[in-house]
């Protein structure tokens, strides 16, 4: 069983930028793939970004890629999201989930096994 928490969402005006973190528990952190996903209201949740096990190899959503980064302290048990000129459309509950098999970064919620509650991130205009 793994136990993840989110944190670090908020308010922010466009232009600005949010870090958030997600700290794991109850499993060996570096094996499994880490991905972020975000969920606005009336629509579905949709991939962010993911990372490997080892952090060497990450994947973005196209509407994110060159705003957003993803990284990982295996030491810390901590996947983070770093998210820069931040958009009204980036506003969303985002997860962070995590993957056990050994493949490829996945981008399909059904992928992840575990998630965690979410944070909430808005960005006015």
């Known amino acids: 069983q793994v136990h993840l928490v989110e944190s670090g969402g908020g308010l922010v005006q466009a232009g600005g930028s949010l870090r958030l973190s997600c700290a794991a528990s109850?499993?060996?952190?570096?094996?499994?793939?880490m991905g972020w996903f975000r969920q606005a209201p009336g629509k579905e949740r949709e991939f962010v970004a993911g990372?490997?096990?080892?952090?060497?190899?990450?994947l973005y959503a196209s509407s994110v890629k060159g705003r957003f980064t993803i990284s990982r302290d295996n030491a810390k048990n901590t996947v983070y999201l770093q998210m820069n000129s931040l958009k009204p459309e980036d506003t969303a509950v985002y997860y962070c989930?995590?993957?056990?098999?050994?493949?490829?970064?996945?981008?399909?919620?059904?992928?992840?096994?575990?998630w965690g509650q979410g944070t909430q991130v808005t960005v006015s205009s």
């Open positions: 990372i490997s096990r080892s952090g060497e190899g990450t």
């Open positions: 109850g499993r060996t952190f570096s094996s499994y793939t």
């Open positions: 989930a995590a993957d056990f098999l050994p493949r490829t970064i996945a981008t399909m919620d059904f992928d992840y096994d575990y």
